[in-house]
């Protein structure tokens, strides 16, 4: 990969972000996932690279052959943090030489499966820890870490939940 410095990010950056500033419509955006409900429990999934089948989790009866949901959420928010983490530690020169970062999260299988009414479904609690190779001192290392919470898509989205919506249509020709 290029190595890229805090002058090359913003030089890459500011022009969308004038662009931003002058026309903040042009700001909003729309991601789209879309999947195809496949044979047997399963949903193959086109991400940015690569076609995933997601099914059960082995928890819930699943062969554990096939890509976890709530696996691939983790994962979404490692891969955000991780890239926001970066982008930060690059605009504030950051001396940062490696690391890692990882998420786990404590589910109730029972909440899913309909077991008990008392158990939730989804995720209770997640982590998500980050583990930096740098010489950078504590308050440096605080103000990382803030400004990756505060800018990390993903994590503010699990943090501030959006209103969500759902919607069924029959197809036309079914």
């Not at 999947?35 to 059960?56: F, N, W, Y």
């Not at 990390?152 to 919607?167: G, K, N």
């Amino acid at each position: 990969m290029n190595h890229m410095d805090a002058q090359a990010l913003r030089t890459m950056q500011a022009p969308l972000k004038e662009r931003y500033k002058e026309q903040p419509q042009a700001a909003l955006i729309t991601l789209r996932a879309q999947g195809t409900l496949g044979e047997g429990i399963a949903c193959r999934v086109e991400t940015g690279r690569a076609l995933v089948e997601a099914g059960l989790h082995p928890a819930t009866g699943g062969s554990g052959l096939q890509a976890c949901s709530g696996d691939m959420l983790l994962e979404a928010l490692v891969a955000c943090a991780g890239v926001t983490l970066r982008a930060v530690a690059t605009a504030i020169d950051f001396q940062l030489q490696g690391g890692s970062v990882a998420a786990e999260g404590d589910l109730d299988f029972r909440g899913t499966l309909g077991v008990t009414k008392e158990a939730l479904v989804g995720f209770r609690e997640i982590r998500l820890r980050f583990e930096l190779e740098t010489t950078e001192p504590q308050e440096r290392i605080d103000s990382l870490v803030k400004l990756t919470e505060r800018y990390c898509v993903v994590f503010q989205t699990l943090a501030q939940p959006p209103q969500l919506s759902l919607v069924v249509q029959p197809l036309a020709d079914a």
